[in-house]
Nanobody, 124 residues
C-alpha cells in the first residue's frame, strides 16, 4: 500500500504558474509509474501527465504539452507537476496517482492508488 498526499494548489491569474507536489508514504515511490489527473466540475477525471519509475519517460495530454512538466525524486519519494502559463480551462482538482504496472499510462482505471486532490483555480 502507498498513501499519496498532494499539495501546492491555489488561485492564480491567467498566465501564472503553480507547482504541485505529491508526497508518498507507506512504500517507496520508485517502484510505481506515477500520474497526474484532473477533474473539473461536471466533467470526468482526465489524464494530465505521467512518468515512468525511473523518470526517463514522460507523457502529457495535448492540452498541457509545452506548459506542464512532470518530474520525480525517488530519493525524496515525491513527484512534482510544474504548471506554467496557466489558463482558466486548467481549473480543476488535481490528483496524484500511482499504478503497480507499466503501460496504459493515460487510463485512470489502471491506477491503483490516489491522493485526495488539490484545487487549482485559474482566474481570467
Amino acid at each position: 500500500q502507498v498513501q499519496l498526499v498532494e499539495s501546492g494548489g491555489g488561485l492564480v491569474h491567467t498566465g501564472g504558474s503553480l507547482r504541485l507536489s505529491c508526497a508518498a508514504s507507506g512504500r517507496t515511490l520508485s517502484i510505481y509509474p506515477m500520474g497526474w489527473f484532473r477533474q473539473a466540475p461536471g466533467k470526468e477525471r482526465e489524464f494530465v501527465s505521467a512518468i515512468s519509475q525511473s523518470g526517463g519517460s514522460t507523457a502529457y495530454a495535448d492540452s498541457v504539452k509545452g506548459r506542464f512538466t512532470i518530474s520525480r525524486d525517488n530519493a525524496k519519494n515525491t513527484v512534482t507537476l510544474q504548471m506554467n502559463n496557466l489558463k482558466p480551462e486548467d481549473t480543476a482538482v488535481y490528483y496524484c496517482s500511482a499504478k503497480r504496472y507499466a503501460g496504459a499510462y493515460d487510463q485512470r482505471q489502471k491506477y491503483d492508488y490516489w491522493g485526495q486532490g488539490t484545487q487549482v483555480t485559474v482566474s481570467s
